[in-house]
């Protein structure tokens, strides 16, 4: 009795959803070696049979059409099991895997959402490499990624040219040097009564052989004729020797 019920369970071992496809081969082969155990024979052409019964969904139909079509390429139980892992792995995956039951919108979901994680990722890595090098560094903004030639604050060789994608505060940029020069107002012109101001370049000495010799006058010297010779009126008081 024991050995006609351990036959029965090895070929009512039927693929669930709920179990890996490492551990229900596992227990496929726990079942053989049970049942072997109990007095049954079983051989590999038999065993190779059971497996591919116990897979009877729809999803394994393109899997088990491959094999028997093939039946040279799977001669054996460890081929076709070595396959319908193989074929399942991949399948569970890929975006679009053909997975059993319940599992297909699960695996459809975690491999895209993987797979446009790693893509996005990728597209990141590069776009920083590509703005930001640390081999470049601004003498002007003193920010990695660029030289003073490109930068665009202030003080930079394109001072103000700010990217479209630029989204921070951006510096008053210097205008033209006409629009900010003040116009010096001109001298007043002195009030009549009032003794005009010279500055005296030189202070006018007669040496003894009768040249005229000049010595350097920081002093302020007033006179009330502004057309009066310098030798005659810039011989500063306090500069006479």
């Known amino acids: 009795m024991r050995k006609v019920i351990?036959?029965?369970?090895?070929?009512?071992?039927i693929f669930c959803d709920n179990e890996t496809i490492d551990t229900f081969f596992c227990t496929m082969r726990e079942l053989r070696k049970e049942a072997i155990d109990m007095g049954n024979e079983i051989p590999d052409s038999v065993f190779r049979e059971i497996v591919l019964a116990a897979f009877p969904t729809a999803s394994?139909?393109?899997?088990?059409?491959n094999i028997n079509a093939n039946p040279s390429t799977f001669p054996s139980s460890s081929s076709v099991i070595q396959h319908i892992s193989f074929q399942y792995s991949r399948s569970e995956n890929r975006p679009d895997a053909v997975v059993p039951g319940d599992r297909l919108p699960?695996?459809?979901?975690?491999?895209?959402?993987?797979?446009?994680?790693?893509?996005?990722?990728?597209?990141?890595a590069a776009s920083a490499n590509a703005v930001k090098s640390p081999e470049k560094k601004c003498r002007n903004c003193q920010r990695q990624g660029h030289l003073i030639e490109d930068c665009f604050r202030k003080g930079g060789g394109k001072e103000g040219q700010y990217p479209p994608w630029w989204k921070g505060k951006k510096d008053t940029t210097v205008g033209s040097s006409?629009?900010?020069?003040?116009?010096?107002p001109p001298e007043s012109t002195p009030e009549v009564g009032e003794l005009p101001q010279y500055f005296g370049l030189t202070a006018s000495l007669i040496a003894e052989n009768g040249n005229e010799i000049y010595t350097p006058c920081d002093h302020v010297a007033q006179s009330s004729e502004a057309s009066t010779p310098?030798?005659?009126?810039?011989?500063?008081?306090?500069?006479?020797?």
């Open 106 to 124: 699960q695996a459809n979901s975690v491999a895209y959402l993987t797979s446009h994680i790693e893509t996005l990722e990728k597209q990141l």
């Open 230 to 241: 310098l030798r005659e009126r810039a011989s500063c008081p306090r500069c006479v020797l």
């Open 60 to 65: 394994f139909d393109t899997i088990m059409q």
């Open 178 to 184: 006409t629009a900010n020069v003040t116009a010096t």
């Open 6 to 13: 351990s036959m029965r369970r090895l070929r009512s071992h």
